[in-house]
């Protein structure tokens, strides 16, 4: 990341969290040290796999300037409203200056899902089939 950038991380299952009550804190030694700290402590026990909502909150978010944001999104699932999630995508992103890159986690993630996805939010996507491709993956884009 670049000086000044902001991030924050969403955690998502039947319901969401943010790592960070605002909505995105500096990119910092001190926040990004939190943030691998609080990841290393994550596990899956959200529930199923709602991704709808988390979005469209990110997007409500969202600023509406000139600076474009960058969505990463991480599932080791399928859902049952795909053609929603990336309608939601499509027609959100681009107006909100936002760019959608995904990331499917095992063998359970939804090819639809991640291509979608991604196309719709003009990112990139990626499947990760082993753990330890995980960092390699992820830090290409």
């Given at each position: 990341m670049e000086p000044g950038c902001r991030f924050n991380i969403c955690s998502y299952g039947s319901k969401h969290q943010y790592l960070f009550p605002c909505r995105s804190v500096v990119y910092n030694e001190k926040n990004l040290e939190a943030a691998f700290q609080a990841?290393?402590?994550?596990?899956?026990?959200?529930?199923?796999?709602?991704?709808y909502n988390p979005l469209a909150e990110i997007f409500n978010?969202?600023?509406p300037d000139n600076i474009e944001t960058h969505v990463y999104l991480l599932t080791d699932g399928a859902v049952h409203n795909t053609q929603d999630i990336v309608d939601l995508i499509q027609k959100t992103a681009t107006a909100k200056n936002t760019r959608v890159h995904?990331?499917?986690?095992?063998?359970?993630?939804?090819?639809?899902l991640i291509k979608g996805c991604a196309?719709?939010?003009?990112g990139n996507?990626?499947?990760?089939y082993?753990?330890?491709e995980i960092e390699r993956k992820v830090d290409k884009d």
């Amino acid at each position: 990341m670049e000086p000044g950038c902001r991030f924050n991380i969403c955690s998502y299952g039947s319901k969401h969290q943010y790592l960070f009550p605002c909505r995105s804190v500096v990119y910092n030694e001190k926040n990004l040290e939190a943030a691998f700290q609080a990841v290393e402590k994550f596990e899956a026990n959200f529930g199923g796999t709602e991704i709808y909502n988390p979005l469209a909150e990110i997007f409500n978010l969202a600023k509406p300037d000139n600076i474009e944001t960058h969505v990463y999104l991480l599932t080791d699932g399928a859902v049952h409203n795909t053609q929603d999630i990336v309608d939601l995508i499509q027609k959100t992103a681009t107006a909100k200056n936002t760019r959608v890159h995904t990331f499917g986690v095992g063998q359970g993630a939804d090819e639809r899902l991640i291509k979608g996805c991604a196309f719709a939010g003009l990112g990139n996507f990626s499947f990760i089939y082993k753990d330890e491709e995980i960092e390699r993956k992820v830090d290409k884009d």
